[in-house]
């Protein structure tokens, strides 16, 4: 399949959609998106971006193995995310009992690591179902996860998740407002398919780098997936595309109501630093590795000296 049918050719359907997401973005943007977010670095009784840094590693390895989507990782983060960020959930549910359930659940998690695991993974479960052509039940995926928690911790838990979200589980991802973006642009930029390409897998690389990060949790969706093709129109060979493409984005963003422009080049800087660090911490390991290597080698080197100093040749 050439990777421009992944994008759209009914631009006028897909500026509609545009536009609806982002109105949605800033609707929804006073009631749960907050700069700080939901996690209190200085609270030591909280979890970390780190224990989530940690679940988002591990959700990407079970979809990996899975030969899943790795969108579906984005998609169960955001239902994560949203449901410990919301502040108006609480009396947005019908019955009281739920919205009890749901503020307990809400205030353990972000003080309980076994609690905020339990969450994500049943995130996970959830976006499976709702994202994949796949059927996954709930003891089948219990015992894909080890056993860690038994199936009816994790349909309990999607009661109160779902109840929490008031249902609303189909919230697009960076990766796929991007694609929505980047159908824009492709009737006026001509490009082969071949670079067509490396644009979208690139694009799609740093929206996935960037469900690793808690900061991007706290940025407009829209914003991300901006920054994301940015940083992706860097490595291109042809400055002429890169120079069209960048064009473009600047008329789409004053088409409708992104972030400012200001804004975007801040969260394309987080990426790239994100970016740095993911690389450091892979030469560190490596380094570490074959020091590790290095060690076992002379270690058995001086059992064998020492083997033979005892015994003779």
């Given at each position: 399949?050439?990777?421009?049918?992944?994008?759209?050719?009914?631009?006028?359907?897909?500026?509609?959609?545009?536009?609806?997401?982002?109105?949605?973005?800033?609707?929804?943007?006073?009631?749960?998106?907050?700069?700080?977010?939901?996690?209190?670095?200085?609270?030591?009784?909280?979890?970390?971006?780190?224990?989530?840094?940690?679940?988002?590693?591990?959700?990407?390895?079970?979809?990996?193995?899975?030969?899943?989507?790795?969108?579906?990782?984005?998609?169960?983060?955001?239902?994560?995310?949203?449901?410990?960020?919301?502040?108006?959930?609480?009396?947005?549910?019908?019955?009281?009992?739920?919205?009890?359930?749901?503020?307990?659940?809400?205030?353990?998690?972000?003080?309980?690591?076994?609690?905020?695991?339990?969450?994500?993974?049943?995130?996970?479960?959830?976006?499976?179902?709702?994202?994949?052509?796949?059927?996954?039940?709930?003891?089948?995926?219990?015992?894909?996860?080890?056993?860690?928690?038994?199936?009816?911790?994790?349909?309990?838990?999607?009661?109160?998740?779902?109840?929490?979200?008031?249902?609303?589980?189909?919230?697009?991802?960076?990766?796929?407002?991007?694609?929505?973006?980047?159908?824009?642009?492709?009737?006026?930029?001509?490009?082969?398919?071949?670079?067509?390409?490396?644009?979208?897998?690139e694009m799609?690389?740093?929206?996935?780098?960037?469900?690793?990060?808690?900061?991007?949790?706290?940025?407009?969706?829209?914003?991300?997936?901006?920054?994301?093709?940015?940083?992706?129109?860097?490595?291109?060979?042809?400055?002429?595309?890169?120079?069209?493409?960048?064009?473009?984005l600047s008329?789409?963003?004053?088409?409708?109501n992104f972030?400012?422009?200001?804004?975007?080049?801040?969260?394309?800087?987080?990426?790239?630093?994100?970016?740095?660090?993911?690389?450091?911490?892979?030469?560190?390991?490596?380094?570490?590795?074959?020091?590790?290597?290095?060690?076992?080698?002379?270690?058995?080197?001086?059992?064998?000296?020492?083997?033979?100093?005892?015994?003779?040749?």
């Open positions: 399949m050439q990777p421009t049918q992944s994008l759209s050719r009914d631009t006028v359907a897909v500026a509609d959609t545009l536009a609806a997401i982002i109105k949605r973005e800033q609707l929804t943007t006073s009631s749960w998106h907050d700069e700080d977010g939901y996690l209190n670095p200085s609270d030591p009784t909280m979890i970390t971006a780190d224990d989530r840094n940690k679940l988002v590693d591990w959700c990407y390895h079970f979809v990996d193995h899975c030969q899943l989507s790795r969108v579906t990782v984005a998609s169960a983060m955001e239902m994560v995310d949203r449901f410990l960020s919301t502040k108006s959930t609480f009396t947005s549910t019908s019955n009281s009992a739920d919205a009890g359930a749901v503020r307990a659940v809400s205030e353990e998690a972000l003080r309980d690591q076994s609690k905020f695991q339990l969450l994500t993974v049943t995130s996970l479960y959830v976006a499976i179902k709702v994202n994949e052509r796949v059927a996954i039940s709930s003891d089948l995926f219990a015992e894909m996860c080890s056993q860690e928690y038994t199936a009816a911790e994790i349909e309990d838990m999607e009661r109160v998740l779902l109840s929490g979200l008031s249902w609303r589980c189909h919230a697009p991802t960076a990766h796929q407002v991007g694609l929505s973006i980047l159908s824009l642009i492709l009737p006026y930029v001509d490009m082969p398919e071949e670079t067509w390409g490396f644009l979208m897998d799609k690389y740093w929206t996935e780098l960037a469900v690793l990060d808690y900061y991007f949790s706290t940025q407009r969706t829209s914003t991300v997936a901006l920054a994301a093709i940015y940083n992706a129109t860097d490595d291109m060979r042809s400055k002429e595309h890169q120079k069209w493409l960048r064009a473009f008329v789409i963003m004053e088409r409708f972030d400012h422009s200001k804004q975007v080049r801040k969260v394309r800087r987080k990426l790239q630093s994100l970016l740095a660090k993911q690389e450091e911490m892979v030469l560190q390991k490596d380094s570490e590795d074959e020091r590790s290597i290095d060690d076992s080698v002379k270690t058995c080197r001086l059992s064998n000296r020492s083997s033979e100093e005892r015994h003779g040749p």
